[in-house]
């Protein structure tokens, strides 16, 4: 509530919209936009930054993706959506296309299966657990593109120690691409 003479602490937020292996949880593409930003536009620009480098299967993504330009998107680049639909979705003509109304019936028809691979979203949440319990959840920088760059920097820092890990967990040997010397 703002008192007389008071004003209230305005916070402005920015997002994190990420896409992350369900193994080792390193983040394979990454956009931060401001608090208010819909989720729903980040999608191809995450899976055309990730199809750069990692062969997606399965894409799991939550209720706030879904569109049809989002599902042929992630077709289109061979894998698999796995979207939950919102309440007042339908599998009609309305949507005027066969792959939403093909995901509509088999998220409504076939929710078992369909949920074993949409809980694989969950590894979205443990990344964003193991940014911020390592690298601290609140920003310090003062402008926007700063808080951007901090943001993105604790991403690239997990990125670091999830590829050090991967090295000593599971035997991955990095490759950054580095040019040979003739």
């Not at 979705?89 to 074993?116: I, P």
């Not at 593109?145 to 820092?157: D, G, I, P, R, S």
Request: glycine share 8%; with cysteine; charged share 15%.
């Amino acid at each position: 509530m703002q008192g007389h003479g008071e004003e209230m602490a305005h916070h402005v937020w920015i997002k994190l919209h990420l896409a992350c292996g369900v193994k080792t949880n390193i983040v394979t593409s990454v956009v931060a936009t401001e608090g208010n930003m819909n989720d729903s536009p980040v999608l191809p620009l995450l899976l055309a930054q990730t199809s750069r480098t990692f062969t997606m299967r399965d894409v799991s993504a939550d209720k706030g993706y879904i569109s049809k330009a989002n599902l042929a998107a992630i077709v289109g680049y061979g894998a698999h959506p796995y979207i939950p639909f919102k309440s007042n979705a339908t599998g009609g003509a309305e949507k005027g296309t066969t792959l939403w109304k093909r995901m509509y019936h088999y998220y409504n028809f076939q929710r078992e299966t369909f949920l074993a691979h949409y809980h694989k979203r969950s590894n979205v949440e443990t990344t964003f657990h193991m940014i911020k319990s390592k690298f601290g959840d609140a920003l310090r920088s003062k402008t926007q593109v700063a808080q951007f760059n901090e943001a993105l920097c604790k991403v690239l820092c997990h990125n670091i120690c999830v590829v050090i890990q991967s090295m000593h967990e599971l035997g991955v040997s990095p490759d950054f691409g580095a040019a040979q010397a003739a």
